[in-house]
């Protein structure tokens, strides 16, 4: 790989990590000097960068150039919660049984409130990656990394999160069961419902 592959590979997990992290408020901009500056790289793999998350949805392009972070409505954030949810569904019937008590195998592990929004995306990620259908896979990752700024504002407004993440453990890791498909779409009921509040979060936090 040439330097500027390479120099763009580093800044686009650097970009990407920020934009997840909700280091940048939905609407701003992105200042290109400032950050290439930053991650330690030249404008164009910057460029390059960037680009490529605009491709992914998670920047877009300024009015007058540059990049700012989309904005996050409650129509958006509602149908990216439908969306993930449909995808949830398409990657788990795909999904191979796995041998009797299999469930009861799970480890379990105590989490606190602040590690709860990057281990439901963990989660989320890990069974995108078991979906033999790439496009299934790459879509679900997609939007369950859209989805984590959301997830930094879900335990202001929702109650018993770590409950519910072992049960949605449980239930992604599992290849057989109807119950898991409730207990996945009561995930994201939960957060439908809630959808406004959530949205008026995001859109309310500082950089």
Known sequence: MSPRPVAAERAYGLLKADVLSGRFAPGSGVIERMMADEYGVSVSPFRDAAQRLVGEA??????????????????????????????????????KPLAAGANSAIEMVSVDNDHLPTVATNCFRSLANTAPNREYARALRQATDRLHIARLHEGAVLTNLEDELQMVEIATVSGSGLDRYEVLWAYHRRRIRRVARIAQLINSAKN
Request: glycine content about 10%; charged content about 20%; proline content about 3%.
């Open 58 to 95: 998670f920047l877009e392009i300024g009015t007058g150039g540059g990049y700012r972070v989309p904005s996050m409505t409650i129509d958006i954030l509602r149908d990216l919660y439908h969306w993930h949810s449909h995808l949830v569904r398409l990657v788990l019937k795909m999904q």
